[in-house]
């Protein structure tokens, strides 16, 4: 009796039983390695891909300052993008109705026409106010300088890709705002929080949850984007700069794969950091804890019921489950 | 039984609020005294989490004066006339009234210490060093010392609700309002988010509590007001409006939930 029953025991954890097999899963997995390996060997032989030539450029100086470029330009712009997209989506939650609809008449234009257009027109700002003057309407200005001194092509660049972005973060932060549940807002105003405060402190980390993953996109396609700016036309990011030294070498495919090497580069480190981001603001949310012996100590104190029976030794029930509270 | 004296600490004399063309307070004229335990029960829609949301501004009353320790909330009153107060003002006027809400209302992205901490030090200016001293002893009389780093998803839902009263109490408030705070959590916790409320009352703070735990009110209220139809049906001490409800509609209510 007592052998059977220790052996039931024993082999009650590992369950012999045929796995599921998925035999098409397999296949198909070898039909596409197979595919991407001749794809692989027929690239490395092709002379049009010219791998040697890849080689040379990808670290040529040139390229590698366009790089630095591209880089520049998605960072100050993303920065500026941000600072306004969180704005403007501030302003289209308010309930005042000028701050409000101008909000609204600013995202209806930004977004509702291309980017290319837009740096089009920004290249043209200089032809079309050509100087800027500061002092007050109708009298003689005090300070009055030419536009294209004051607005290189590069600060044209970011400024044009930054107002077109800042519509399409507004709407990414005001969904992330309007996701917090309003118990927050209530809990934080009873407590005596300003508006700036309960904003600051309780409604916008939260949010953060939400807004990352769509603004870790953003991040990614203004790398890509910053291609456009040749429209302006400003000619020394990664796209332009790659495409100007093929016109003289004419090796195309090879300066479009190292432009390809630098900006996959880029958008990796990106979705690192992306992926850290999201890990900071999810504190609360997943299931770390701070220290298993402190849970047990206090478990004691709350959901925990000693049992004592008969000549056995004293049994503590597991503690109830410690998430059972209701999550919002 | 709570020690009350007769100062009143709130005072609404015909407040009425409406939602569009929806009444849900008529003319709800009552008197809370310093120390003093109220009890509001009723059936749900009958206003009274309303009333008590209007008591520290949350939702602004349609007409009527309601007024916290001999304060006008949400207006200011010059010449016989009332201005609406700025957002700062009535911020200044919600830091001495807490509030325990229904659904716990915790920062999610705070430990329960921080929670605690949080409005002190932002809203009062106070010194980091001395509020954490206060909010872990606030911690540790809600029975949650041990509990100060966790965050409020690692806590049950009577843990919550009590870091919340710690939370509420950290500003040192001259009126507590309840919002049925035991009303989302599993009959088994309960009692320790009473038990603190009980104390709380003993310790002489004056409070205001919707509930539907009439026990509750038997035993900790010094009076108890019935409301229906976002009028007072019946008020009084709760022993005798639970054990001897005059109004007809005060019977049929108990009679469900006794």
């Known amino acids: 009796m007592t052998d059977t029953a220790a052996t039931a025991e024993k082999t009650e954890p590992g369950i012999k039983a045929i796995r599921l097999r998925h035999p098409w899963r397999n296949t198909f997995a070898v039909v596409l390695l197979i595919i991407v390996a001749l794809f692989i060997a027929d690239a490395a032989m092709r002379p049009a891909y010219n791998w040697p030539a890849v080689g040379k450029y990808l670290f040529d100086q040139r390229i590698s300052q366009a790089a630095f470029v591209t880089l520049q330009l998605t960072v100050y712009s993303m920065i500026i993008a941000i600072i306004l997209g969180v704005t403007l989506a501030i302003m289209r939650l308010s309930p005042n109705p000028v701050v409000n609809s101008m909000a609204w008449v600013y995202l209806w234009v930004f977004r509702g026409t291309p980017v290319y257009v837009q740096l089009v027109f920004w290249g043209l700002i200089g032809t079309i106010y050509q100087s800027i003057d500061i002092g007050l309407p109708f009298t003689d200005p005090w300070v009055s300088f030419p536009t294209r001194v004051a607005l290189s092509a590069f600060i044209l660049a970011i400024i044009g890709l930054a107002l077109n972005e800042a519509a399409y973060m507004a709407e990414i932060v005001r969904a992330g705002l309007l996701s917090v549940d309003s118990g927050q807002e209530e809990a934080a105003t009873a407590l005596g929080m300003s508006w700036f405060q309960t904003m600051v402190r309780v409604i916008v980390p939260q949010s953060m949850r939400v807004i990352i993953p769509p603004a870790g996109n953003e991040v990614i396609s203004m790398l890509k984007t910053t291609s456009l700016v040749t429209a302006i036309p400003f000619t020394l990011e990664l796209y332009t700069r790659s495409r100007d030294i093929s016109a003289v070498t004419f090796e195309t495919v090879p300066m479009l794969l190292v432009a390809s090497i630098w900006y996959l580069f880029f958008t990796s480190i990106l979705m690192v950091g992306q992926y850290f981001l999201e890990k900071r603001f999810a504190r609360g949310i997943g299931d770390r804890r701070p220290d298993k012996k402190a849970d047990d100590a206090t478990a004691a104190m709350t959901g925990v019921t000693p049992v004592v029976g008969g000549n056995q030794p004293t049994v503590v029930l597991p503690p109830n489950d410690p998430d059972q509270g209701d999550r919002r | ?258």
Not at chain 2, 69 to 74: F, N, T
Not at chain 2, 149 to 154: E, L, N, Q, T, V
């Open chain 2, 1 to 258: 039984m709570s020690a009350a004296n007769d100062t009143p600490m709130v005072v609404a004399d015909r407040v009425s609020k409406s939602f569009g063309s929806n009444e849900v307070l008529k003319s709800i004229s009552l008197e809370v005294k310093s120390g003093e335990v109220m009890c509001l029960v009723g059936p749900s829609g009958s206003g009274k989490s309303t009333f008590l949301r209007c008591i520290n501004h949350l939702e602004v009353v349609s007409s009527g004066r309601l007024s916290v320790d001999g304060e006008l909330i949400g207006y200011r009153e010059a010449n016989n006339r009332l201005y609406e107060m700025r957002p700062k003002e009535a911020a200044r006027q919600r830091r001495d009234i807490g509030m325990v809400f229904q659904r716990f209302n915790l920062f999610p992205h705070m430990t329960a210490l921080q929670n605690v901490m949080e409005a002190p030090i932002r809203v009062k200016g106070l010194s980091k060093a001395g509020v954490e001293a206060n909010a872990r002893t606030l911690l540790a009389r809600v029975g949650l010392a041990e509990r100060a780093d966790y965050y409020p998803a690692h806590l049950s839902g009577g843990q919550q609700q009590r870091v919340a009263i710690a939370r509420a109490l950290a500003m040192e408030p001259k009126l507590m309002l309840f919002d049925e705070p035991t009303s989302a959590l599993d009959p088994e916790l309960v009692g320790e988010v009473l038990d603190v409320m009980q104390n709380l009352a003993r310790d002489g703070m004056t409070m205001i509590v919707v509930t539907h735990e009439m026990g509750f009110a038997k035993e900790v209220a010094d009076s108890l007001v019935f409301m229906d139809g976002g009028v007072v049906v019946e008020s009084g001490v709760p022993t005798e409006v639970l054990t001897n409800p005059q109004h007809a509609r005060t019977q049929a209510f108990l009679s469900k939930v006794l």
